[in-house]
């Protein structure tokens, strides 16, 4: 006679309210405290730039029309109409140069620290310079451009505020993605490995998709904050009246034409710089959400 073993039951899961019930009052409260505390300095972070987004709206909001995006900057401060066209097509060019010199140089750097590197001594030194590099004004990189480049070509240009503008880009992108990439789990490295994979082939298939929303997020800090940028532009870009879609020659950029026409006393300049101002908000909020979405499409998906 044969018997069969039985396995006992599994014991049926218990619910997240009974469980929550379960805890100690003081754990109750602790956590609830907690929470509210998470909650209120959300909501107090939150106030300043909602009270920035809404005065810079309800200024420039009237301004914002396809003519002032695209009409001449007027060569007189008291006049009105006109529109930020230069400054846009500045914005795009120059910030769009500087992204396509920082972004490479940048991601590969983090990799070579990350992956290659380690603790080696290029490796602490690179780290080094680039912590040094991130706390450098910007002003300061302004007049390194200004003697190193402008003064040996005798030219301010575009190509002159793209350097400038990568220069203080590149350190930002290095440590934030070195630090995304850190937080990939090395079992996934260790996989890879076991199957055969090389290191620059886990590197590329593995490691980067699994860090790519990361380091997208530092990218877009680092264009936000080059987009931004004020005193490099002035020193080594010069200014112009109309739209120059290259990086020879003077430009401007909307941060540029926002620091001129709000130190204006005419209510005509004052109002473009507010329109400005909303402007480069918008380029922006546009090409991080374009980002965002590219950057899913190549991450690894959750299961």
């Known amino acids: 006679m044969t018997t069969t073993a039985t396995r006992p039951a599994a014991a049926a899961p218990v619910p997240a309210d009974l469980r929550r019930s379960a805890l100690p009052l003081r754990r109750r409260l602790t ?3 907690s929470k509210s505390l998470m909650g209120l300095a959300l909501l107090i972070a939150l106030i300043p730039l909602g009270l920035v987004i809404f005065h810079v709206a309800s200024r420039g909001l009237a301004l914002i029309s396809w003519e002032f995006l695209i009409e001449d900057i ?9 529109g930020m066209g230069p400054a846009v097509a500045g914005t795009l060019v120059i910030t769009g140069a500087a992204a396509a010199m920082a972004i490479p140089l940048g991601v590969l750097g983090a990799i070579y620290l990350n992956e290659y590197g380690k603790q080696n001594a290029l490796a602490r030194l690179i780290r080094t310079m680039s912590d040094v590099m991130t706390g450098v004004p910007s002003v300061v990189m302004g007049l390194f451009i200004y003697v190193s480049y402008v003064l040996v070509v005798k030219e301010q240009s575009g190509f002159a505020a793209a350097l400038a503008l990568g220069c203080l880009m590149l350190p930002v992108i290095i440590r934030s993605s070195e630090e995304m990439l850190r937080l990939v789990p090395d079992e996934l490295r260790q996989a890879s490995a076991a199957l055969g994979a090389r290191r620059w082939k886990t590197t590329v298939s593995v490691v980067l998709p699994a860090a790519i929303s990361g380091i997208v997020s530092g990218v877009m800090l680092a264009i936000a904050r080059a987009a931004g940028e004020t005193a490099p532009v ?6 112009i009246f109309t739209s120059n879609w290259s990086l020879d020659g003077a430009n401007t950029t909307l941060a540029a034409q926002i620091f001129k026409n709000a130190g204006e006393p005419f209510v005509a300049a004052q109002d473009r710089a507010w329109g400005a101002a909303l402007t480069l908000m918008l380029i922006v909020l546009v090409f991080t959400i374009a980002a965002r979405l590219i950057s899913s499409r190549f991450a690894i998906k959750e299961r």
């Open 74 to 82: 007027p060569n007189s401060a008291r006049r009105a109409g006109g």
């Open 234 to 239: 002035v020193l080594v870009a010069g200014t």
């Open 31 to 33: 956590d609830g405290f």
